[in-house]
DNA sequence: GCATTACCGTAACGTTCGTCATGCAAACTG
DNA sequence: CAGTTTGCATGACGAACGTTACGGTAATGC
């Protein structure tokens, strides 16, 4: 060999980079090799020389995008306990900034492209398993007590807490203009904390943890 | 004029009907005008008749999906008092059966579509919009009696109701195998109950109704 | 200093797809 | 029955785009 390869992942991130931008504001199906060169300032051939086919390009695009975002959630969890652990992942998450808009809207656009692919639809089912596990474990600690021999579902509550979070971060993602950020946490919290307080509810089933079974998937 | 045009209207149905399938298979990227039309038996001569464009037909297809799932809703409220009206219409929500898997897979695809357009994104806005309307009015007779002078907002409870419906609906129809019914319901009536019994959290703000001020957009 | 390899611009190719012009047969009108 | 309109097939055109081959240049190893 004569010249390193350094740098060479890195021009990989700074090109996945420019595509998620290029997604978040002109859509999916409108990014093109040639614009995203030009948005770079570079050709198609510079292009081709990273990555040995578009779908390779978007790929890596995806998992980066993804990624991040999930580094930086575990990230916010070893800064504090409690409840404001779960605050704190949960302000990380909101699209609060131009960063996070960004985020949440190519994950969007990833998630509807994934609509006609049985796999993309499955690498999406794996990431929301991390997504509930990772709730799960916020919320595990504070859970309402038991209640009349019933506990509470720690993985459903997680996963409603999980769901909820992404429903308000795509619908503010959307939002034009953005919701100021105070407001987006204080409806958060306000919500977070319904989820939470609530001991069993009256027409709400729970299910004993012993005999355990997650709603998700098998 | 000779012939009639009754069935004119019908037609265009039944096309964006399979223009709806073919998307929930395929995915809206890889609907083409040529499939299309062998799905339908015919020829793309037969498209460009009814439809003066593709866009044309794509945005009609998008209506006639998101109206149909918006009416039956409706009238799913219509059927019921208090707290089995709310369950009626988030169980016609829900994906529990073919049809409507197929109505959100559609839903999340043409939202990933609209991350590019500005347009776009503003019509989904007022289509969310309606939403949470219809769920403030369902969650309104149901939500916690007032305690210390702080009301619940009813407009931002029911937005959080219709954000996690929405969530677990989106969760569900991408979801292989299909969950069994019984078991998005029970989900779906234990996470409502607990948004709904909450008497005012701790971490929780709640805004006074008189200066009500709603969350979504000014 | 020479061969090799990384880096990237250029341009052409082939495919895919929306669009449109044309034509024809069936159905309705008068 | 003649004329007109509808319903749809056929085929061609042109644009957009991913891919690829080729060429040149600069940097590195020996």
Not at 49 to 58: E, G, N, R
Not at 148 to 157: I, K, N
């Amino acid at each position: 060999m004569s010249r390193p390869r350094g740098d060479h992942d890195e021009r990989r991130e700074v090109i996945s980079r420019a595509a998620a931008a290029v997604i978040a504001e002109r859509g999916l199906e409108r990014l093109t090799l040639r614009d995203l060169a030009a948005e770079l300032g570079v050709t198609t051939g510079a292009l081709t020389h990273y990555f040995p086919s578009k779908d390779a390009l978007v790929a890596h695009t995806k998992e980066l995008v993804f990624d991040a975002r999930y580094a930086r959630a575990r990230l916010a969890a070893e800064q504090a306990e409690g409840r404001e652990r779960l605050h704190a992942v949960v302000e990380e998450l909101l699209p609060l900034d131009d960063e996070r808009r960004t985020s949440w809207r190519v994950l969007v656009a990833f998630r509807g492209s994934a609509v006609g692919s049985a796999e993309l639809r499955r690498a999406h089912a794996v990431r929301m398993r991390r997504w509930f596990a990772l709730f799960e474990s916020l919320v595990t600690p504070l859970a309402p007590a038991d209640r009349g021999g019933a506990r509470t579902d720690v993985a459903e509550l997680g996963m409603a807490v999980a769901l909820l979070v992404e429903g308000m971060a795509i619908h503010f993602a959307m939002l034009e203009p953005p919701l100021p950020s105070s407001r987006q946490v204080a409806f958060a919290r306000t919500q977070i904390a319904r989820l939470l307080s609530a001991a069993d509810a009256g027409g709400g089933r729970t299910t004993r943890t012993a005999g355990r079974r997650r709603v998700s998937a098998p």
